[in-house]
């Protein structure tokens, strides 16, 4: 089995020589194309061709919204996201990207001043750090300095995953986002596959079981994690494919916010939200993730989670709020739970049959 530092070794080595440029990769579990808003399309036309030729992502990890941001990537690469994102912050944000491999910050950091002068800033908005995202705590960033944490397929890539999490949660302020693009397994993967270094180097082997990710985002802090997007990978490399015969892959867009009033699911006040639009890049709906999309001018009814993902947020001011916290409906059916309990009617029924012969089991439900 090999340790920790040999699955980082293997994969400064993959990504730092063994990969040249995206076309290197085996298999589409990084770089399998997905749609792109215009204003990122053309925010994206302006970046180095180096740069976009060493893109090793596998999804979007751009939310709307980021102007004056301060925004860290972690596992930034050549930088092609933060790039864009310098451009989309505006010259009054800031950019950290954070990565281990010294060919990739080599390319990032030369990328600077082209990048600055193309988007005719003053000065830099963009650094990059060189450290070890499993010791983001020994980088000296401050605890709540962030608006949002982004990532493009990175944290398949790092053994100690909670780590990673618990201290993005920690250098998040209250109510930013870690907006973030990874691949994700229907199943935990055997060591002997995690082990194999083209396997893991191609963002398959490291990959978490969703429900273990699920799980461990509650248990460092983001308590309602919300997908924005998902689609299958297909691999389409006959060897690789042999050897993960059973196991289904997927590269999913999560936004995890960190706001502490959160519930672990979604709980029913009553209340409602309308979008009054105004965000540029959203003209006429605004969407919160895969299952919630706010059309603009219509009330929409909301749980209690998604209500506060936009009143804690920087999407307050472009929405209306019906409703407070004062009184509790329950679960909140829309959002995929219902209470696990034998309905009323067939309650209501076993009362009817039993009324006759035992009246003490019939009301409560107690034996
Ligand atoms: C698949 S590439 C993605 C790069 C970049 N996000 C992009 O979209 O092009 C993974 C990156 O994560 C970095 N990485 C992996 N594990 C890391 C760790 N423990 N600490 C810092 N960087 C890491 C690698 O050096 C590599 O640049």
Not at 126 to 151: C, I, N, P, R, T
Not at 230 to 244: F, H, V
Not at 291 to 306: A, L, M, Y
């Amino acid at each position: 089995m090999l340790d920790q530092n040999e699955i980082k070794e293997g994969v400064k080595e993959y990504y730092g020589e063994t990969l040249k440029t995206s076309s290197d990769l085996q298999t589409n579990a990084c770089c399998d194309p997905y749609s792109m808003p215009n204003h990122i399309k053309t925010a994206l036309s302006e970046i180095s061709d180096e740069v976009v030729s060493k893109y090793y992502g596998c999804g979007l990890t751009i939310p709307t919204e980021l102007n004056g941001l301060s925004v860290l990537d972690l596992g930034s690469g050549a930088g092609r996201d933060c790039f864009l994102l310098s451009k989309l912050v505006g010259e009054n944000g800031k950019v950290t990207g954070v990565d281990m491999t010294d060919a990739q910050l080599e390319v990032a950091n030369r990328n600077i001043s082209y990048h600055t002068e193309k988007f005719g800033y003053k000065k830099p908005n963009v650094e990059f750090l060189k450290g070890d995202l499993e010791k983001l705590d020994e980088l000296g960033l401050k605890d709540g300095s962030y608006d949002a944490v982004v990532s493009n397929c990175v944290i398949n890539l790092i053994p100690n995953k909670e780590s990673v999490l618990a201290n993005t949660h920690r250098l998040l302020r209250e109510g930013g986002e870690l907006y973030f693009s990874d691949v994700y397994c229907n199943r935990r993967i055997p060591q002997e596959l995690v082990n194999d270094k083209e396997l893991y180097g191609e963002c398959l082997s490291g990959a978490m079981y969703w429900n273990d990710f699920e799980n461990l985002s509650k248990k460092v802090g983001f308590s309602d994690p919300r997908i924005v997007e998902s689609k299958p990978i297909t691999i389409e490399n006959p060897r690789l494919q042999q050897m993960l015969a059973g196991f289904e892959f997927y590269s999913v867009v999560y936004r995890l916010f960190k706001i502490s009033e959160l519930e672990p699911h979604c709980e029913e006040y009553g209340q409602a939200i309308e979008y009054k639009g105004g965000m540029d890049e959203a003209p006429n709906a605004f969407m919160l993730d895969g299952h919630h999309v706010f059309q603009k001018g219509k009330i929409e009814s909301v749980c209690g989670n998604s209500y506060n993902m936009i009143h804690k947020t920087r999407f307050k001011k472009y929405f209306n709020f019906y409703g407070d916290f004062s009184t509790h409906y329950g679960i909140y059916k829309d959002c995929g739970m219902n209470i696990p309990y034998s309905n009323i009617d067939s309650t209501a029924k076993n009362n009817s049959t039993n009324n006759d012969t035992n009246t003490d089991t019939a009301a409560g439900g107690c034996c």
